[in-house]
Every structure is written in C-alpha cells, then in structure tokens.
C-alpha cells in the first residue's frame, strides 16, 4: 500500500541558535511548505489557506523551546511542533463554522471562502494529520507524548461544547470559576501541553514537566484576562481588532462576568439595561466603559493578569534548567503580554 | 495532571470462541457500556446518542477476526476495535451535517436530535477517542498499526470530499473509475484497514496483511454495488431503506454511471429525460428501473458484485492461515453479502 504520508525532513540542519526569532524561523521554513497531497484539490487548497492565516506559531515554537530549555533540539520537537499547530488550526476552522464568524485575522473564514462541508472535512483532515506527525517520532517517549497531547485536544473540544453551553445561559447563571475552567480548557491547556511535550522530547524529569506545564497554563490564562481587557480599553491604532466588539454583543467576557460581582445594586440594573440595548446603540458601548470603570473592574483585571503572570513565572524559576535557557521562554512571554497598551 | 481517559479493562476474560457471534458479542459487551465522562453532558450525550444507532460493528469485529485469523486473542485488538468503530461512527455524525440528512436508521441525525455545532464538536471528539484507544496499545506494533489507521482515514476524509465533488459535477463528467477510486475510498479502506490491524496486532507477516487488506476492500465495494442494486432492485420487505431512493434524488451509483456507458444513443436521451423529471414524478422510478433492465445493467450490476467478492474470496486463500481459523471470516462475508434478494 503506497501511503500518502512520510516523515518529513523537519529537522534544520545545524540549528543552535534558540531563541524565539530563531526558533520561529526554523518552524515556519519548514510549515510554509505546502506539507500536503494535490488532491482532492479542494480539500487541500481549503487547508492550504487554513493554515496560511498569518497565525503568531506561538504553540509549536513554545514546544520547540520545551525542548531546548532541557537539551539540544531534537527532530522529534519538530514534529510534535507541527502536530499542535495543525491541530490548533483545526479548531479555527471548526470553531469558525460553529460560532458564524464571516472573517479571522481581515480575510473570509474557510466555510465561508469555500462552503460548510468541505470547512469541516479540512478539520478534521487537518487534525489527522497532527496524528500523522505525531506518530512519525522516533523517541521511545512517542506514546506518553501522543497521551499529553490527547489529554490537551479533549480538553480543547470539551471548553468549546462549555463555551457553546454558556453563551446560551443568562448572565448570572454563568459563575466566574466555572468561565474561568472554560477559558483555559478552551485557550490555554495546548499552550502548556506543546511546551510539556517538548520538554519530554528533550528529556526533562516529570516534575519540570508539570512546571512548563504550568507556566504554559497560566500564560495562556494571563494572555486571555489581558485580550478581554484590550478589546474593551485597548488602543485602537495598536488592537488588532475593533474596539468594544465584545461589548456591542453581550460577550460573556473577565470583565463582564466580574463586573456582576463588583458592582452595587444600582449599577446592576443599570448593567442590565445597557446589556438589553441593541449592538449598534450609540449609547451601549460608553456606558459599559463607564460602568467597568467605576466598579474598577479595569484595575482588576489588571491586577489579574498580573497574578497569573506572576504565578507562571514562579513556576519556570523552579524549572531545573540554567537560568540562560529561561530566556527565549521569558521573551515570548514578554512579547505575548505587554502589548497593546 | 489528572487525565479523562485511562487505558480500560477491554479484553474480556477467558475469550476463546471465535465465531462472528461471538467476538460481536465480545466486543458489544464493552462497547454498549458508557465510555466516556458525565460532562459537558450535551457533548457526551451526543456522543452516546451517536453510538447506539443499532450499527452492525462490523468494523471491529474485522479487527477482531484480524487478529483470531493468525494468533490468540490480544487485548490490544479489543483497543484498535474500539478506535475503528469510533471512528466510522464520527465520520457517520459528520457526514450527516454534510449532506443534510434528517435521519440515520429511522432515527433523527445527531445534529437534528442535538444542533450543529455539538455534532461537529461530537465527531470531532469521537475521532480523538479513536486516537486514545490506539495510543493505549502495548505491543511494540502501536506505530505501524497508528500508520495502517491513519491511512485509512485519510482516505475516508479524501473520499467524502471526491463524494461531494461528484455530487455537483454533471453526469457525463464523472467516470465510473473514478467513482471506483471515490467509493473505495470512502467506504471500503477502513474495512480493509480494520482486517489488517488486527491482523499486525495477531502476528501476520506482512504478505498475509496484504491479502488481508485486499479481502476487506473487495468485500466491501461488493457490498457497495449490492446497495446500489438492492435500492433499486431489492424487495421491499427485507431491504431496510426505501426503494428506488436513489433513483429519486438522482444520486449517482454504480448502476446509474454503468447504464450510461451500456445504453444506446436513443437510450441515453431517454435517460436524460427521466433524469430531469422531479423526484416525486410518479413515471421516473418504473421509468429508469425498465431501462436498467433493457440495458441489463441489473445483471451487469450482479456480475460484477460477484467479481468483487471472487476477488476478496482468493486473497483470503492466499493468506498462509489454517483453513479452519478462515470460517468467520467466510461466515461474515457471506452475512454481508447475500441479504434482501
């Protein structure tokens, strides 16, 4: 049986250099590559432009530098490097369809550039091929990294059904511990996974494991408190996205759900009536801001993103590594939170 | 890190019958049982809803037979069981959004009985359940076995979008070798894939694996051409589905795309014609089964069933196990193809 998949060459030949620039490059000279078949061409085309969406590859280069924090870079890294990136943009693409979205990042969604059936099959497509990737590692490690990466991918789908459920709740129903479970499943647990992964690849002890994993965690946690609060607070000319969008519709957001517990009685109601004025109402969206600010909800927030911060930087100090292989790590976290504002 | 899935407890004790009826009640036994956690309920609910549509497993139990054919009875074929019949049951819930279908054996679809997004979310998850019942094999095949799978799979994907290609081309465009390569592919290779799983799990050498992929992939597009000639030729009392039903929605089979190249040139407008009358023109369904009996692609449809199975039937001559250990192999082959007629 000719099969459709070999190990790819994804190795550099002679990368030392690993920092974040580095180590970004490395990647993408390899993942730029059309890495799949001609045909079906529009299964493929429709993944080809999945996967050209100018994503940061913040995921598979936290797992190369797992790696590298530990040991010299391994083939291995490489592979498990794109098996997450494949399978975060799987979830894009599926995601996309389930929320309506028209646009990712100024261009058509892939349901909406091509049509809903085949945007589905480029995911799930795109998801057996982080297998494929996977399952080409050479390390006796293969299994129990394959079994890291499984318990993450769960934990992907099970935050988005808990994010289906609660945008479908009322507000009060939503509690902030039960949100903050969702966003973590949902934004945070491949982070810390593709950094837990490859520091098995380059051969860290369980205990450092669980720290990477950790520190992945709540960097992902931070990055999420500090995008709720920039889309509500953020500079316009340096945010991506447009100002207030999660206000305009209801969103349940940090700051939203915070804001309940915050405020008085008064600013409740008031809250409520702002939440029930239509999207486009002049009003809506300066109030919101109103209200956030003078139940502090801004300095909270803040203050939050700083906790988990700081909470994950604790944990990569007890990281049994020379404090000089820290330093990509610490850039990119810099680079992922403090920007924008 | 607490993980949601831990290898089970699959192999039932003492398993020493190998006949169909038994390894399906084998592996019933541990497949009816609820395999997965309590929440988000509505994903796993679905996911359950999905599961117990009454199939005919016959997937695993290729597996099973797989590996019965060649050695005792492994655990680990209980595991790549489990992941085949997982997974066919997640392209089953996203092929049903696909192609719209209200209803999979009398039952409402899961994205009818639940909504869209948790069966995308339901498949999607599905698929990664097939990939832990993999990953939890202990034999040092895991990787060859994870290859065979992923392969399969692939081709499954490949051929549900070759399926929708066609579906929006115009009749004279599709070839019936294409729709060969199309048919296979979808429906035949996870067959086949299931057999020589097992069959590695087992022990076979890699020449008997073959034969053993051959066997499963002929006797499954043999099914394939039975189910086309049974929706059109089949009794009405013993075929499941609503006969003529293809005829009605002009779908294209094995026996629409034959006729074209069979009938004659005065033939062929009158095809046309009754093409282009509406479904529930009471003329169209007499209409087209008398042509495919004046262009006797009944009996084409027939031989060429035959051919298949003839085919699937010397690959397992082939295959250098005692005849004796071949029976269930016979028995389901023989199960699959000779009903309704």
């Known amino acids: 049986?000719?099969?459709?998949?070999?190990?790819?060459?994804?190795m550099p030949a002679g990368q030392s250099d690993y920092s974040f620039k580095a180590l970004l490059a490395a990647f993408e000279d390899q993942f730029n590559d059309r890495l799949f078949p001609d045909t079906p061409a529009i299964l493929y085309d429709a993944i080809d432009y999945a996967l050209s969406n100018g994503g940061k590859r913040v995921r598979p280069v936290l797992c190369l530098m797992g790696n590298t924090l530990v040991g010299p870079l391994e083939p291995d890294a490489f592979l498990a490097a794109h098996a997450v990136e494949l399978y975060h943009n799987f979830t894009l693409v599926h995601d996309d369809i389930m929320d309506r979205a028209p646009l990712r990042r100024g261009r058509p969604t892939?349901?909406?550039?091509?049509?809903?059936?085949?945007?589905?099959?480029?995911?799930?497509?795109?998801?057996?091929?982080?297998?494929?990737?996977?399952?080409?590692?050479?390390?006796?490690?293969?299994q129990k990294v394959a079994a890291v990466f499984l318990e993450a991918a769960l934990g992907v789908c099970e935050g988005q059904q808990m994010d289906l459920d609660m945008e479908n709740m009322p507000l009060e129903a939503v509690s902030y511990p039960d949100y903050l479970v969702m966003i973590t499943m949902k934004t945070s647990v491949l982070l810390a996974a593709s950094l837990q992964m490859g520091a098995m690849i380059g051969g860290a002890g369980e205990e450092d494991q669980q720290h990477l994993y950790a520190f992945g965690k709540n960097i992902g946690i931070a990055f999420q408190v500090q995008d709720d609060y920039l889309d509500a607070f953020g500079d316009p000319g340096k945010f991506g996205k447009q100002v207030g969008g999660d206000i305009i519709t209801n969103k349940k957001t940090f700051l939203l759900l915070k804001a309940r517990e915050l405020c008085s009685p008064a600013q409740q109601a008031q809250l409520q009536e702002l939440l029930a004025l239509p999207g486009d109402d002049a009003a809506k969206v300066p109030g919101v801001l109103q209200l956030y600010k003078d139940?502090?909800?801004?300095?909270?927030?803040?203050?939050?993103?700083?906790?988990?911060?700081?909470?994950?930087?604790?944990?990569?100090?007890?990281?049994?590594?020379?404090?000089?292989?820290?330093?990509?790590?610490?850039e990119l976290a810099d680079l992922l939170l403090n920007r924008g504002h």
């Not at 099959?121 to 990737?133: H, I, S, V």
């Not at 300095?299 to 990509?328: G, S, Y």
């Open 1 to 10: 049986m000719q099969t459709r998949f070999s190990p790819p060459q994804t």
């Open 110 to 142: 892939v349901h909406i550039r091509y049509n809903t059936s085949t945007a589905i099959l480029a995911g799930d497509t795109l998801q057996l091929y982080a297998f494929e990737y996977l399952n080409c590692m050479q390390g006796r490690y293969r």
């Open 295 to 330: 139940c502090k909800v801004d300095e909270w927030a803040l203050a939050e993103k700083q906790r988990f911060q700081q909470i994950a930087l604790q944990h990569l100090e007890n990281v049994a590594a020379p404090e000089a292989n820290k330093k990509p790590l610490l």
